[in-house]
T-cell receptor, first 115, second 114 residues
Framework: AQTVTQSQPEMSVQEAETVTLSCTYD???????LFWYKQPPSRQMILVIR??????QNATENRFSVNFQKAAKSFSLKISDSQLGDTAMYFC????????????FGKGTHLIIQP | EPEVTQTPSHQVTQMGQEVILRCVPI?????FYWYRQILGQKVEFLVS????????KSEIFDDQFSVERPDGSNFTLKIRSTKLEDSAMYFC????????????FGSGTRLTVV
């Protein structure tokens, strides 16, 4: 069985600061995908960034980047120049079943950006 | 940008009643999913659907639940004889054949069982 662990239930930073959210995972598959989803108070699930396991280069999307350490099974999300609109729940998710059994989510980290 | 559409956004139902949650996936997507998120908890996989049949289902997806793709566009989740603990946010998601593009989620249906 695959698992995803997010060890930070809540984090709070000042606007414009950089923040890193942690995620570790476990899977026996050699090929898999990792995702970070953002869930604002509206509760919609919004894809932030994705990483393919066979790619060594860390994914980046504007202010969002990941630090993917495959050997350590670690997949952290870095948000640079944080903005008030980044306040949300952030979920790390793993897809290692070829899509048949969907995504396995972590419990989430509630990120609060203070003005 | 294409969206996954879910209706209704909020449904209140009496315990014991049947509810049908509706989803319109993105038109060229081939894989469809239902997830559940009980308030304050993580998102849980319920079922995946491909080629007009269930691909996988979790242990949560028991005989109380069923899914259907009645036409070329809609994808429904039926919950029979609802219980208080079925109160949750239900998300539909879809994805393309190519695995790498990830999943697109709908905005969810908040189900409240009273």
């Amino acid at each position: 069985a695959q698992t995803v662990t997010q060890s930070q239930p809540e984090m709070s930073v000042q606007e414009a600061e950089t923040v890193t959210l942690s995620c570790t995972y476990d899977t026996s598959e050699s090929n898999y995908y990792l995702f970070w989803y953002k869930q604002p108070p509206s509760r919609q699930m919004i894809l932030v960034i994705r990483q393919e396991a066979y790619k060594q280069q860390n994914a980046t999307e504007n202010r969002f980047s990941v630090n993917f350490q495959k050997a350590a099974k670690s997949f952290s999300l870095k948000i640079s120049d944080s903005q008030l609109g980044d306040t949300a729940m952030y979920f790390c998710a793993l897809d290692s079943g070829g899509g048949a059994d969907g995504l396995t989510f972590g419990k989430g980290t509630h990120l609060i950006i203070q003005p | 940008e294409p969206e996954v559409t879910q209706t209704p956004s909020h449904q209140v139902t009496q315990m014991g009643q049947e509810v049908i949650l509706r989803c319109v996936p993105i038109s060229n997507h081939l894989y469809f999913y239902w997830y559940r998120q009980i308030l304050g908890q993580k998102v849980e996989f319920l079922v995946s659907f491909y080629n007009n049949e269930i691909s996988e289902k979790s242990e949560i997806f028991d005989d109380q639940f069923s899914v259907e793709r009645p036409d070329g566009s809609n994808f429904t989740l039926k919950i029979r004889s609802t219980k208080l603990e079925d109160s949750a946010m239900y998300f539909c998601a879809s994805r393309e054949e190519e695995w790498e593009f990830g999943y697109t989620f709908g905005s969810g249906t908040r189900l409240t069982v009273v």
